[in-house]
DNA sequence: AATGAATGAGACTTCATTCAT
DNA sequence: GATGAATGAAGTCTCATTCAT
């Protein structure tokens, strides 16, 4: 494709980002949303995201640089990009969290949207280090190790 | 400030980031070290790691945007990034947690490593949250949040 | 031509430069051993060098100017110059010489790089003097000059 | 030296190499001059002109690649070159041959001036040889190879 | 629709010159 | 007189965008 033709599809480079972004978005909050609506156990859903989400990313490269690196070298797109699907994103995590507090399984002394950012940042963690790593391992497996942790917590019994 | 100006002081705009971010960690992980020696608790040592992340990172928010968003545009640069300090602020916490797996108040069945990593990666979604949100809160009560997960996890007891 | 046009062609200001002389001095050089080639008598071979030297720079005074003034700016690309076409095209001077020398037509007590040096020196300054004469002359006839003394010397008979 | 004394001294970059030139060319047509007025042999003359063009030169290598490298990458500059000192050295030179024809030792067949510029490109052509070359050898010695041709020409008897 | 050469604004850098001390 | 940090104009280069084909 000549460079000049992404400007019959796109307004310009931002506008391509977005789309990049939004698209993806879309795409994996639709599939999470399927992927857990059958789900009643909260702990299990956000077992499901947590998978989700590694996999995504690790399923291609490039696109996970583009996530991790390229959307956050301006704070004008992160805040675009903070007002726009990654808002959804976080409050299916909230509302997943939400649900597991009234139904008793999760702690209530943490505010859910606190709890629900954690929680991304640690996927989020996984995944940049992930990329920068000249080494190469399996990403997916990760999502099991923040479950433990973010359910569990780091003390001993 | 003249254009030619800080080129007396820095080689290029490589050297100035890499001042930036090697003076910043080395401060950062100097006075981490000094907070830390005398306390044996591990989990205290943790406690004063998230609080002294937060407290410096919010004590100069143009700082903190060099940091969580500047510094974060090219791979080139986060690849160099990783290699630098980075990973030696990350090795204090991974040190940290294996000294409380050995004193038996840490579970043993992660890779401190990884559990670095989520410890480092939940500090750093609030700081980055911190940064793009529109309301202006207190970002170092946030460690005591993210201490509430990281050590007894969500699950209602 | 916008000022980011020339780096569809080139790779900086070194490349251009480079390339201007490398271009220059094939063409040059082509076309000078074509000139020669079926030449036998050395002295004639010299006469169409000096010939060719002069007629090729008259002709575009810009490049001339590029030759004999901008090239000359940093010892940095004087170095380079020397070693690039500079060193091929003293070389077809002297070897020259040395048939001369081998055909008993010039005298054999100097050294032929040294003897090439000489030719080009004069023909040389013959070309700068003329770009920086206010006085416009044809630069060609100057050959002629230059041989007169390179051959038969200064003394009179 | 400090950067800004220099200009307690001199009015600017143009005003230095002016001056380095202008001085340098003085004691050089000074000397020349003192040199040669004695001689009342036009050869010889021409002779002491040459040792004393390649001693001078070969003596402070430094301000050898300011007249044969720096004081060349301007046309602005190399057309003030031209007519300040240099014409004054170029015409002792022209002189000289004049002298030489006039007393018979020279032929007298071609202009004056274009000897003298012969003459001095083929000693310029010396020096910058001599200051791009790796290898170290003596510049002086060049002279007496220059008077060869220039006096007796490269035809063999 | 597609192309890719050309564009030019802006980023980065150098260096001769200035000026407060 | 001397200093050298600061200046800023000009040079070099990049890259998102345009436009004639």
Redesign the interface.
């Given at each position: 494709m000549a460079d000049g033709t992404v400007y019959l599809y796109f307004k310009g480079k931002d506008d391509i980002l977005h789309s990049i972004f939004d698209r993806m978005m879309a795409e994996f909050i639709g599939e999470g949303r399927r992927l857990i609506e059958k789900i009643t156990n909260p702990?299990l859903k956000l077992k499901r995201i947590a998978e989700l989400h590694l996999e995504k990313l690790s399923a291609d490269r490039d696109l996970a640089?583009v996530f991790q690196?390229?959307l956050?070298?301006?704070?004008k797109f992160?805040?675009e990009f903070?007002a726009a699907g990654f808002a959804e994103y976080l409050d299916i995590i909230r509302r997943t969290?939400v649900e597991?507090q009234e139904a008793?399984?999760?702690?209530?002394?943490?505010?859910p949207i606190?709890?629900a950012?954690?929680f991304?940042?640690?996927?989020?963690?996984?995944v940049?280090?992930w990329?920068?790593s000249k080494k190469t391992y399996k990403l997916p497996p990760?999502a099991a190790?923040?479950l433990?942790?973010?359910?569990?917590?780091?003390?001993?019994?």
């Open positions: 702990e640089i690196v390229e956050r070298g301006s704070t992160m805040q903070s969290i597991g008793g399984v999760f702690r209530t002394d943490i505010k606190v709890c950012k954690i991304y940042g640690a996927l989020d963690e996984m940049t280090n990329i920068l990760m190790e923040v433990k942790i973010f359910f569990g917590g780091m003390s001993a019994k």
